[in-house]
């Protein structure tokens, strides 16, 4: 089976508390997502926005169980459906010789204003395609 470098419940942070965010400020996180098999759509990718609370820093959100820490809550949730990005994928195989596929894409968060707005670009061969979505 295809190894998959993870590690759950980190937290990383955008802004320090008490920070001031311009109204033009953005910040782009890249992505990648790994497939053992194609036999279902890609899906939705959705990404959860947490705030800590807490005091200091911390590098964790969730404990061992899953269950998110008092000091961390939920935001938002930003959402894109990537079944469109399927038909672009090609098939790659590992050093054992097990096939898979992997979508590289970027998230581009705009801070400022009333919401949380978001543009997720990938490279289609030749050109960058962009699709905006909103916070929920």
Known sequence: ML??????????????KHSVIGEE?????????????LDHDLGTFSVG????????????????????????????TLKADLSGLQ????????????????????????FGGTALKARMTWYEGVSIFTLAFTSH
């Open 49 to 76: 926005i947490y705030a800590y609370e807490g005091e200091g820093d911390t590098d964790w959100a969730w404990d061992e169980s899953g269950n998110l820490f008092p000091s961390i809550r939920r935001v938002c």
């Open 25 to 37: 400020l953005s910040k782009t996180f890249s992505y990648r997502n790994t497939y053992t098999t």
């Open 87 to 110: 038909r672009l994928l090609k098939v790659q195989k590992s050093s054992e010789g097990q096939e898979f596929w992997e979508v590289f894409y970027h998230v581009n968060v705009l």
């Open 3 to 16: 190894g998959v470098n993870r590690i759950d419940g980190i937290f990383t942070t955008w802004f320090k």
